[in-house]
């Protein structure tokens, strides 16, 4: 089981996807959090965006994690739905523009490995927030990953020079465990690295194993 403090990796030169898309919806009243849960990039909205970095909120709804955002305390880009909501399967939330700064890492945090080890992360970067709840009893699901791999596609196809994919645990190691050790973090770097985008029926299809193998790791 790897530690989540480790995952990351970086997009290659080649294989970039070409037309990826993801099925998004704004979530209701998403509107009225902006102020509150992002700013204005420093850097270019498109060739600025050097990362995209993968958080688990460590509750059990979007409810939950909008709330967050309601409340002013941070922000982020997409938010991928748990199995037990009604949206699960079918789209993922988009919370904050692609286009502003989500607060979904501290300013102060870094690392070498990322972007030469520059901070004020959310202005290069992007946010994906998984509802999970971090714990051997809510393994990920088979859709959950595929998805936000997807997303990532969609990124990587969007963002000329998007490179790294890391982990909220690895920019902030002492205060973050996200996405979590349960999240199978060498199968989603599989997914997003495939020659194809992820078709639809792809997404939706469960693979043997998972989430099976996760308990058994865990």
């Given amino acids: 089981m790897r530690d989540p403090k480790e995952f990351h990796f970086k997009l290659p030169a080649e294989g970039r996807p070409v037309d990826a898309v993801i099925p998004e919806q704004w979530y209701p009243g998403v ?24 958080h688990a909120t460590a509750g059990q709804s979007s409810a ?7 409340a002013g305390k941070a922000g982020f880009h997409w938010l991928v739905p ?18 502003l700064a989500a607060w979904h890492v501290r300013n102060d945090k870094s ?5 030469d080890g520059k901070n004020k992360v959310n202005h290069w970067s992007l946010g994906i927030e998984i ?3 971090q714990s051997v009893n809510d393994p990920f699901s088979d859709w959950q990953v ?11 196809a969007k963002y000329p020079n998007l490179t ?21 973090w ?7 690295l495939q020659p194809a985008n992820i078709p639809e029926d792809i997404i939706n299809t469960p693979v043997a194993g998972m989430p099976d193998d996760l308990d058994e790791d865990i």
């Fill in 186 to 192: 060498e199968w989603f770097k599989e997914l997003i």
């Fill in 82 to 99: 748990d199995e037990d909501e009604p949206q699960h399967g079918k789209l993922v939330w988009a919370c904050v523009p692609e286009t």
């Fill in 131 to 133: 509802v999970n709840r």
């Fill in 64 to 70: 939950g994690a909008v709330s967050v955002m309601k």
């Fill in 31 to 54: 509107r009225d959090c902006w102020n509150k849960c992002s700013t204005k990039r420093i850097y270019h909205p498109i060739e600025g965006i050097r990362a995209v970095v993968i």
């Fill in 111 to 115: 690392h070498p490995d990322v972007n």
């Fill in 146 to 156: 595929r998805i936000t791999a997807q997303i990532i596609r969609y990124c990587w």
């Fill in 164 to 184: 790294d994919i890391v982990s909220h645990a690895k920019l902030d190691p002492l205060r973050r465990t996200d996405p979590g050790a349960g999240f199978p």
